[in-house]
């Protein structure tokens, strides 16, 4: 069904029939439209500028469709200026929060509902759609700008599509101006709580209007289960989150990352059945701190780590914990180019992890650093720890491959090394196999595959 402002109501048995003419194409007529309309109903709205004092609440399976993100804008009347004095937002908690700070509000335990073909510009808000246990969500063609907290805000989300995006400022900015307030990186562009059966594809994340430490997540999620985040250009200094609750059977895939996949968990975690919390493949990561851990069941994949030499500030993956951690965790098959401090550095006891079949070059860094490239607590159970079949070449500034005594029993073996400092403190038994990538890495990733991977080369796609 279609709903348009002119309206003329049937009734056959207990099906409504809709026969209108004409789009909407004004503030009151899309209020009445959204109030009016029964679940089922699309309402399509003309180009032009639409300024709202209050949310539209949509019902199940209703569809609100624009003339396109550069035609149709919502955006808060400037009258509407909710309070901030609710965000920080509590999370995990729905008390507490202001769901009505948000354009669109989805109605509790919706069903099948579509956004799409449009701007929603919220720089006085706390973001742009807020939904309570939506299934079948479907946000597509949307520009999300300048949200206070965050862009999309959902609890219990499930079989939700994502897709086609643009989140510019989509978050971080409750606290700008305000002496002596600092919330720290809050909010995400995408910020869930129990989200299920999800796919984020084909979505941009950008911030311009604040500082690096004080910008927003891409994606947020606390707790992911069998979700499928793909194909994504996310430039803001954490890319994704997933903290600490029971994630399982999460793909991260293709995306440009431009900061960290943040994915710890006290402990490392449960692992779930599948054996799989996250696997993380063919991304393209331009920040040296690009993944923190820890996590048990995670394999890291046939991505490229392509770091500056000037900007030497992290290690790849980085674990601050306390726990001790069981594992298990894969690394293999990457590409790693000039990471700084080092390739992995685990504060906390971390056993079961393999490291094999990548290639690692590093570079004097403006630093310059010369600590080990792999750091491990000195409780870990190094029967566990393998670092087999690498090659690891360092060009310049010659570095160890371990930084501490104990790190020294892990089990070594089979890799080319080059420039390596420290070789003459554990054994590498040659056995033959090759060193390196099982096969030459080569994908697309970021939006709809704009750029295209090739060993160590990044560059546009072919049409981009």
Not at 130 to 148: G, S, Y
Request: a neutral charge; glycine letters at 10%.
């Amino acid at each position: 069904m279609k709903l348009y402002l002119k309206c003329i109501l049937f009734s056959f048995a207990t099906i409504p029939v809709f026969a209108f003419a004409g789009s909407v194409d004004s503030v009151s007529a899309l209020i009445a439209a959204v109030r009016d309309g029964g679940e089922g109903t699309t309402i399509e709205i003309a180009a032009g500028i639409y300024e709202l004092s209050a949310p539209l609440e949509l019902k199940s399976r209703m569809t609100l469709k624009g003339a396109g993100m550069d035609r149709t804008i919502l955006a808060n009347a400037r009258g509407w200026k909710p309070p901030t004095k609710a965000l920080p937002d509590p999370e995990t908690k729905q008390e507490g929060l202001d769901t009505d700070a948000y354009l669109i509000r989805l109605r509790r335990d919706s069903t099948g509902i579509t956004v799409s073909d449009m701007t929603l510009h919220g720089p006085q808000l706390h973001g742009a759609v807020f939904a309570w246990f939506p299934v079948d969500l479907h946000l597509h063609h949307l520009r999300i700008k300048e949200t206070m907290w965050s862009g999309v805000r959902t609890f219990g989300m499930k079989k939700a599509r994502i897709h086609d995006c643009q989140f510019i400022d989509a978050g971080g900015r409750w606290n700008q101006g305000q002496p002596g307030v600092n919330g720290g990186i809050t909010g995400g562009g995408i910020f869930a709580v129990w989200m299920e059966d999800c796919e984020v594809f084909n979505n941009r994340f950008t911030a311009t209007q604040v500082a690096p430490e004080r910008g927003y997540y891409g994606i947020k999620v606390r707790l992911g289960k069998r979700c499928h985040i793909h194909h994504n250009a996310i430039e803001t200094n954490f890319s994704m989150e997933f903290p600490f609750e029971n994630d399982e059977d999460n793909e991260i895939d293709h995306n440009v990352c431009h900061g960290t996949i943040s994915i710890p968990k006290h402990a490392g975690g449960p692992v779930p059945k599948s054996g799989k919390t996250f696997r993380i493949h063919h991304n393209w990561f331009k920040d040296t701190y690009s993944i923190e851990f820890v996590r048990n069941g995670v394999e890291i994949d046939h991505n490229l780590f392509d770091f500056d030499t000037k900007k030497d500030h992290g290690n790849l993956i980085s674990g601050f914990g306390d726990a001790p951690a069981n594992g298990p965790a894969s690394f293999h098959d990457n590409l790693v180019n000039n990471p700084g401090r080092g390739v992995i550095w685990l504060n906390e006891v971390f056993d079961n992890l393999e490291v094999y079949n990548n290639h690692i070059v590093t570079r004097t860094t403006a630093t310059p650093r010369m600590e080990g490239l792999f750091g491990f607590n000195a409780g870990c159970d190094f029967k566990t720890i393998t670092i087999r079949d690498n090659v690891i070449e360092c060009q310049g500034q010659e570095r160890p491959l371990l930084r501490n005594r104990e790190s020294y029993a892990a089990r070594i073996r089979n890799n080319r090394l080059k420039n390596v400092s420290d070789t003459a403190r554990f054994e590498n038994p040659q056995d033959g196999r090759p060193a390196g990538l099982e096969a030459a890495l080569k994908f697309e990733c970021g939006v709809h595959g704009e750029y295209t991977i090739d060993g160590w080369q990044a560059k546009p796609s072919a049409g981009q």
